[in-house]
């Protein structure tokens, strides 16, 4: 078992930045990889970056590469998601997943309670 809290949401202004962070607990919890999706209202959860458990790894949408850096420190059993120049269309709900298999899709197996995050226009 993998437990996730995030934490490091809130209300910016457009152009702002944000780190959110994303601890883990658990067995083993350094083996997996990290995937961080974001859920908008109306809208269907979408994939934003994911990191494998080394952090050599990284994946990106296209909507957020460039602006969204995510990496990991395993000694803190943590996960980060540098948010820059932020936009109004990134606000959304923002989870992150933990999965043996680093994905893009997300199919993972243990999630988050999620944090918002509000971009101010």
């Known amino acids: 078992q993998v437990q996730l809290v995030e934490s490091g949401g809130g209300l910016v202004q457009a152009g702002g930045s944000l780190r959110l962070s994303c601890a883990a607990s658990g067995r083993a919890v350094t083996t997996y990889a990290i995937g961080w999706f974001r859920q908008a209202p109306g809208k269907e959860r979408e994939f934003v970056a994911s990191?494998?458990?080394?952090?050599?790894?990284?994946y990106y949408a296209d909507s957020v590469r460039g602006r969204f850096t995510i990496s990991r420190d395993n000694a803190k059993n943590t996960v980060y998601l540098q948010m820059n120049s932020l936009k109004p269309e990134d606000t959304a709900v923002y989870y992150c997943?933990?999965?043996?298999?680093?994905?893009?899709?997300?199919?993972?197996?243990?999630w988050g309670q999620g944090t918002q995050v509000t971009v101010s226009s």
């Open positions: 990191v494998s458990w080394s952090g050599g790894t990284t």
């Open positions: 997943a933990a999965n043996l298999i680093l994905r893009i899709r997300d199919d993972y197996d243990y």
